[in-house]
């Protein structure tokens, strides 16, 4: 009868585990409510927003944040979700890079890197623009210096190449990026922007494309 009920035990044990791993739960304060995950918008994707803690800036390297070891998580909205800014509901339109928000969430998070869970409710706190992010990849052709100062060369991948190459001017995270890179002319890039008034736009971050 003893092993039955031990053997009972590990089962019970060993479910728990289980149905724990992979996932982790909501935080609650000492008085029970449940706590928002607090961050800025970092990139918002068709019906999802990655939000990143403890971070001041979101015109940064994605491994800037990433090896701190910063908490980032990627929110899927639905048509239930909730977003409200000072005290009104508003539409999902209101939403934007750079943002600071609290994020209700029910049920779990799975434990990726980013972790992933659905947005119940999200309250912007505070209403700051970082500007759209932009993709694109090209020719990196070289570094270039004009009156604003340094800046890099790209051949857009798909414009012909009569058309001269585009411009662009770096942040100084993006700098040390594309420093450690080391990269050869010619050598094929993918690299993220936002718009800017002096060039093509602003880098912030950039990675080699492996053939």
Known sequence: MMRINIKFLLVIIITLVLLSSGCSNEL??????VEPIRGLIYLIDNDTILIVSDIDNVNIPWNAWAEAGKRAVNFTLTGDTEIEMDGEIVERERLSRGQLVDV????????????????DKIIIVNDTFSGESITDSGRFIG???KGTG???????SGVPDELPGRLYRLTDEAWEVFNNLDLEVEE???????ADSETEGLIYDLSRIMN
């Open 150 to 156: 340094e800046m890099i060369e790209v051949k857009i």
């Open 188 to 194: 094929e890039i993918l690299f993220w922007y936002v």
């Open 104 to 119: 209700y969430h029910a049920g779990f998070l799975a434990e990726s890197y980013p972790e992933q869970g659905g947005a």
């Open 143 to 145: 570094v270039v210096v």
């Open 28 to 33: 609650e304060s000492p008085d029970g409510t």
